[in-house]
């Protein structure tokens, strides 16, 4: 199975779907977008313009890109003739887990089936298919038409022609594709994310620092050096023995708890989400939402250009 992939069909069309839509059929692909309502497939052709007309293309560059992404609300009719389906529907492995189910009955039995799950094992969506050798992870991160790291997580049955096939496409439209060895629950971006987060409450709820503090002190030090060079590049240009001498130090101390952070509980219970809700660990106006979406897409678009030249 797998091959050559030529028709790609995106299903869920949310703040993940839409954006790898727009990657795949801006490299020239045609694709095949579905979500449940042809008002939600509308907004998301909507933001695909407008992502489109943040990176600087033409008007007729647009139209030709968005005209590339077929919408239907109609499942069947969209699987049709997919060579490759990724699946972005909300992170609840149920609904996954029902969704790979329709997905495979529907499909040819060539098709590869790739999950945009931030976190659920793909074994776990293999298991209601009859094709787990063609069932994988593809992890894109938000926004996936800027960031060009995809994780490429294999179960224990996925083939090697599957890999391959993905990661060929993949690197062919100018994404960043890294195969895991082995499926862990978290990959490896969220188990890093995850380890920070829970330093980070640890640091605020032992009053070491407030929250802004701890925003500070990574993006004008240690975020500024990631954006550029990797954590073990950064341990050897230190220097090993160095290194060696703080962990030392702060193994024994740093966090370690397996509980959730109680703060971060805290917040959520009470729904303070963040800027979704207008208040999370800092309190967010429109402006300041706004100022910070804006800071974010402007820096990336920088990157990207400078990673290119």
């Known amino acids: 199975m797998g091959g050559i992939i030529k028709k790609i069909a995106v299903i869920g069309a949310g703040l993940m779907g839409h954006g790898i839509a727009q990657e795949f059929s801006t490299a020239g692909y045609e694709v095949a977008l579905n979500d449940v309502s042809n008002q939600r497939l509308g907004l998301a052709l909507g933001h695909v313009r407008e992502n489109l007309g943040s990176l600087g293309f033409a ?160 993006t004008h030090s240690l975020g500024r050096r990631l954006a550029v060079a990797g954590p073990f590049e950064i341990f050897d240009a230190a220097g090993l023995d160095v290194w060696k001498a703080i962990a030392g130090e702060l193994m024994p101390v740093i966090e370690s708890s397996p509980e959730l952070p109680a703060l971060l509980a805290d917040l959520t219970r009470r729904g303070d989400f963040g800027i979704k809700t207008g208040k999370g660990v800092h309190t967010w106006s429109c402006r300041e939402s706004e100022d910070l979406r804006n800071r974010l897409t402007s820096a990336l678009i920088a990157i990207q250009r400078w990673t290119v030249q």
């Open 59 to 218: 008007k007729e560059d647009v139209n030709r890109i968005a005209a590339r992404i077929q919408t239907s609300a109609d499942l069947p009719a969209v699987l049709l003739d997919a060579d490759l389906v990724v699946e972005a529907v909300p992170e609840d492995l149920e609904v996954k887990r029902t969704v790979f189910t329709k997905i495979d009955q529907l499909v040819p039995t060539h098709s590869i089936i790739a999950s945009n799950t931030s976190s659920f094992m793909p074994s776990q969506l293999a298991s209601v298919t009859g094709r787990p050798g063609q069932v994988l992870v593809a992890h894109y991160f938000n926004p996936p038409y800027l960031v060009p790291l995809v994780e490429i997580v294999r179960s224990s049955d996925t083939t090697d022609e599957t890999v391959t096939s993905v990661t060929t496409l993949l690197k062919g439209i100018g994404k960043y594709p890294v195969v895991l060895k082995r499926e862990v629950p978290g990959f490896i971006a969220n188990r890093l994310q995850a380890a920070l987060l829970r330093e980070c409450f640890a640091l605020v709820e032992d009053g070491v620092a407030e929250p802004q503090d701890i925003d500070d002190v990574m």
